[in-house]
């Protein structure tokens, strides 16, 4: 399988996993208590793929996809980087269109 279908195959679970109307989805961040700062990399991943067993995916699958999978410093940067307000609809909308 190429890195080009690999990536792909990760995309969709990893979006699938985390999209809140996913089946059977249980909001892990309600049942836990808040972080005290970003959860580790590894951690993550250790968590996506047991999320990922139980949903049923192959350890085969899970193997072949996200072996490799591993931060990149400047998207961490960017993320990080980012604005914490959403000025919202209105406000964006007002910025952007002149009368």
Do not use: K
Request: proline letters at 7%; a positive charge.
């Amino acid at each position: 399988m190429g890195r080009t279908s690999r990536a792909t195959i990760l995309l969709v679970a990893a979006l699938f996993l985390c999209s809140p109307g996913a089946p059977g989805r249980t909001d892990l961040r309600a049942q836990s208590a808040p972080a005290e700062g970003p959860q580790p990399f590894g951690d993550w991943l250790a968590a996506l793929m047991v999320e990922a067993r139980y949903r049923g995916f192959s350890d085969a699958l899970l193997n072949e996809t996200v072996a490799e999978v591993h931060p990149l410093d400047r998207v961490l940067d960017n993320d990080r980087a980012q604005a914490e307000l959403n000025p919202g609809f209105r406000r964006y909308l007002s910025t952007r269109l002149t009368r």
